[in-house]
């Protein structure tokens, strides 16, 4: 079974995210839009587009959207299966977590590294 197939998104918080987000947009030229981050398009080795897309976002520092995660920042990872990963990962012993979203954007999951950070595993919808 295939596990991670690419980094879906980084997250991360700021003390004054408007202030960061400029700054990044600013001096690294990130196109930051009005929902606080970017979206990133793949390419293939010769440059022409390819399905799919990596997101960057900062949001407010105090979100508990990291929880139970003290850590100020999460990556996404992108999988195949989100329902075998899971399983496999409790089988492992790894500490998943039992909430799992469905959404328009795909299937959710997330797993505590032993660092104690919140790791989001991202099953996108079929072609995207």
Known sequence: MKRVTGIGGIFFHAKDPAALQAWYKRHLGIDVQPW???AFEWADE?????????AWSIGAAGSDHFAPSKASFMVN??????????????????NVLEKMDDSEFGKFGWVIDPEGNKVELWEPLPGQ
């Not at 010769?46 to 990596?54: A, R, Y």
């Not at 990872?77 to 790894?94: H, I, K, S, T």
């Open 46 to 54: 010769s440059g022409q587009p390819f399905k799919g897309t990596t």
């Open 77 to 94: 990872y992108r999988v195949d299966n989100l329902v075998a990963l899971l399983q496999a990962l409790r089988e492992e012993g790894c």
């Open 36 to 38: 606080g981050g970017a």
